[in-house]
């Protein structure tokens, strides 16, 4: 899947301008104790205990190409990717 803009930009939510920009992916920086957190809270109140997935691909691709074909499935899940030295 292709992401189909010429330029993808990533920042801070705080700097995301919402009257003229809309974020497709968002992505969280965190330690083991919230990944569990997060975790679980992928899975509440959905079907399955499937909803977050660690795709076999490289860092950057997990966060934006898997990440933006979750976006646009039936079911969208979780997608949890390791770069640069830390799990994200």
Not at 13 to 33: G, M, S
Request: aromatic fraction near 12%; charge should be positive; proline fraction near 7%.
């Amino acid at each position: 899947m292709e992401i189909p803009k010429k330029f993808v930009a990533f920042k801070p939510l705080k700097e995301v301008e919402v009257n003229k920009e809309q974020p497709q992916i968002v992505v969280l920086l965190t330690n083991p104790d919230q990944i569990s957190a997060l975790v679980v809270l992928a899975n509440y109140g959905r079907k399955g205990n499937e909803n977050v997935i660690i795709p076999y691909t490289a860092g950057c691709e997990t966060m934006s190409v898997f990440a933006y074909k979750e976006a646009r499935s039936n079911n969208p899940r979780a997608i949890m990717f390791y770069i640069f030295g830390l799990l994200y």
